[in-house]
């Protein structure tokens, strides 16, 4: 009697055990909870192939354009079909770019404070307030 309780009790321990174990290392590495601490604390650390190891974006890329490509692009035509191809082909890599480029250094991305952007436009008035022509080249210089 002892022996068959003890024996129960051990398998109970076991497929507890089992259980426990596929929680830990199966269920919850897969969930998007998870997965998006692990895509913040990379971009924490500004590693970037760690974050977008957990990023699908070939899949982010065909989702918008097939759900938004045909509101903005003309598909009925051979230049919107060629265009909705380049995204394709072409989105993923340049949005892998950006990302890595704004996880690596994100003040890279930071505009000019508007303080500076009004002095530059004031001092361009003032120089040649006569030529649309002369405000643009002293704003190329600028």
Known sequence: MKSKS???ILIIAIVGALAAAWYFMWYIPHTPAYTLKIIH????DKDADEALRHIDTKSIVKNILEREGNKYIDTSNPFGKATIAAAKTFGPSLIEDVMRKYIE???SFKSQPL???LTIRLKVMTTCPWSIACRWSSLQRA
Do not use: C
């Open 41 to 44: 604390q990379a971009v924490q």
């Open 105 to 107: 250094d994100p003040d």
């Open 6 to 8: 003890l024996i129960t």
């Open 115 to 117: 303080q500076q952007i």
